[in-house]
């Protein structure tokens, strides 16, 4: 049951995930060149605006459809889970429900029936505000994902057996949300500029639409390169909160056995991609190439700065400066001590046992409150998740992301310097290659996000065999290849409709 409910949510958060960065990212563009026609009262650039503005549309729609399913998985599969944070978890996806997507429909509406019954202003304003309201869309979602990544702002209520919110900004604004906010819609944003430059590319080499290709590499290069920088830096700010709140998750990056000081960042090395390694037994993977020093600058901003490996966290560990990290057996033991303590609280308090059998059992509760997902752990390996996945889609993210750096700023300098349209036809096809590759690249940091925090529904909380719901696994299954069948036959529409409408062109 856990294998598969876990395998629909995967499937369904993939293939959302396919329409979603275009979204954010084309709304910039669109958003850009409705701008110059408002400046220039050129026409030619509302025809541009419309022509994009078609194609956010079409992806748009089916982005709201996975979502909405997505959405539902937690109440079907995961509803263990859902009863005990759904006092904190709900909140931010009502917030999006209720305030963003509201607003990105509303109007999103105006944006595409608008063009002659509002002003040029009003119209303008309504394309921005759809985006915004995309973005802010993102940001309620992301700040529920972080939440189960870093959970903040919350305490366990043992009357009601749910976490409850203490601190709405804390949810809301932690440090772990702003990174992934950040970084997230930066990579939805260079998808967008991919696809734009894409599009135009395809129309230099067929010999067409040539104005509008050009104006639109020029835009989509700017943003690109734009965004890709700041992806990089997000990136980093990202990683320096992972090695605080998901210590475990930045050793199965890096294939990191055994830690300590000096750690040097690994460029490449041979993890077998499928098997997990022996890490109790070796000493670092073979054939590695790695940057001195700068694994110890990312993770604790200090050149000589101790990061631990999976040993260190199985077996425990002391830094330089004396702190002391607990072994994950004795976690576990604690972890059983808070369940232990829970239980007896309940049974006591249904006695009507006094006070101070009741508050002497919440006193060890909430001591060993911190570890109270590790009492459902039967095994320390259960607590490592595999090493190769997170190793290898860490690399492919950061491979493409530099081949993708690289790409913007050659666009950028042909377009400005050289003439773009005079270029061989396999020039256009690199762009065209390259749309898949930045679709990869994003997919693997999601990888990377969650599979790197298994097995954890919420970090340290709550374990995914503890989450789901009570269903045989075989209903799972087949709703798993019914929304199979149903998204790659909506991936497929997509894709139909959006290169039959390039391929018309920006007609009216």
């Excluded at 590759?437 to 065999?465: D, H, K, M």
Aim: with cysteine.
């Amino acid at each position: 049951m856990v294998d598969w409910a876990r395998a629909q949510f995967a499937l369904t958060a993939i293939y959302h995930w396919l329409f979603v960065p275009l979204t954010l990212g084309l709304a910039v563009i669109m958003g850009i060149m409705e701008t110059r026609y408002y400046l220039t009262n050129d026409d030619f650039w509302r025809k541009m605006a419309v022509f994009w503005q078609r194609l956010f549309g079409i992806n748009f729609a089916m982005g709201v459809a996975t979502g909405i399913i997505l959405e539902f998985e937690f109440g079907t599969n995961w509803s263990n889970y859902s009863w005990i944070v759904g006092d904190i978890f709900g909140a931010p996806l009502a917030i999006e429900g209720v305030v963003a997507f509201f607003m990105e429909s509303t109007f999103v509406a105006v944006m595409y029936f608008g063009w002659k019954k509002v002003s040029k202003g009003f119209h303008l304003a309504s394309t921005w505000l759809t985006g915004l309201g995309a973005t802010i869309s993102a940001w309620w979602i992301l700040v529920a994902n972080s939440w189960m990544q870093n959970p903040v702002g919350c305490e366990f209520n043992a009357d009601t057996m749910r976490h409850e919110m203490v601190s709405f900004v804390d949810v809301a604004f932690s440090p772990f949300a702003v990174g992934k906010f950040c970084h997230t819609v930066t990579s939805a944003w260079i998808i967008g500029a991919v696809f734009t430059i894409a599009v135009g590319c395809w129309y230099l080499m067929k010999k067409r639409e040539t104005k509008l290709a050009v104006e639109s590499i020029k835009i989509g290069a700017v943003v690109g390169l734009v965004a890709a920088l700041l992806a990089g830096a997000t990136g980093h700010i990202s990683g320096e909160q992972v090695a605080k709140s998901q210590p475990m998750k930045l050793a199965a990056m890096e294939a990191l056995y055994n830690g300590g000081i000096d750690q040097s960042l690994t460029a490449v090395a041979w993890v077998n991609p499928f098997v997990q390694p022996d890490y109790a037994t070796e000493e670092e993977p073979p054939l590695r190439i790695a940057m001195p020093y700068a694994l110890s600058v990312m993770a604790t901003r200090d050149i000589h700065g101790y990061v631990p490996g999976v040993n260190d966290l199985i077996n425990g560990y002391t830094t330089p400066d004396g702190k002391t990290e607990p072994s994950y057996a004795e976690k576990i033991e604690r972890g059983k001590k808070a369940i232990a303590a829970l239980a007896e609280y309940r049974k006591a308090k249904q006695e009507g046992a006094d006070e101070e059998i009741l508050n002497s059992q919440l006193s060890i509760l909430n001591f060993n409150m911190k570890y109270f997902g590790y009492g459902y752990v039967k095994d320390v390996n259960q607590l490592v998740p595999f090493i190769p996945v997170n190793f290898w889609a860490f690399r492919v993210m950061v491979a493409f992301g530099c081949l993708i750096i690289l790409f913007f700023a050659v666009v950028l300098f042909m377009v400005y310097k050289k003439d773009i349209t005079a270029l061989p036809a396999w020039h256009y096809m690199i762009a065209v290659i390259l749309l898949p590759c930045a679709y990869i690249a994003s997919e693997a940091g999601w990888l990377v996000a969650e599979f790197g925090r298994q097995p954890w529904t919420i970090q340290n909380i709550l374990p995914t065999w503890a989450s789901v719901s009570n269903l045989s696994s075989c209903s799972v299954a087949t709703t798993f290849f019914l929304f199979l069948i149903l998204f790659t036959t909506m991936l497929a529409v997509e894709i139909s409709i959006m290169l039959k409408q390039i391929k018309k062109g920006p007609g009216e």
